[in-house]
């Protein structure tokens, strides 16, 4: 490991394992998080991946579940 390539290390060491990697809020790197994305998914069979995002990574093989925006509770008086 240590390599000048850190996806290259991290494919290393994930190779041969089951890893659920969890993608959050990845709209601000949209593009970056979609070929992390598809390099793991196409280097490391056991990698599940889970990203959070206001839009769609669009890669192969995604399954998009939109979701309502959370409620807030009302306001307190002060």
Do not use: F
């Not at 993608?23 to 390099?39: G, P, Q, S, T």
């Not at 196409?42 to 409620?71: C, D, F, K, N, Q």
């Amino acid at each position: 490991m240590g390599s000048a390539d850190p996806m290259a290390d991290i494919v290393e060491r994930l190779a041969g394992q089951r890893t659920l990697i969890v993608l959050d809020n990845c709209e601000h790197l949209i593009e970056a998080a979609a070929r992390a994305a598809e390099k793991l998914l196409t280097s490391v069979p056991g990698v599940h991946i889970l990203a959070t995002s206001r839009e769609s990574l669009r890669t192969r093989g995604e399954w998009v579940l939109r979701l309502a925006p959370l409620s807030l509770p009302p306001p307190r008086p002060r």
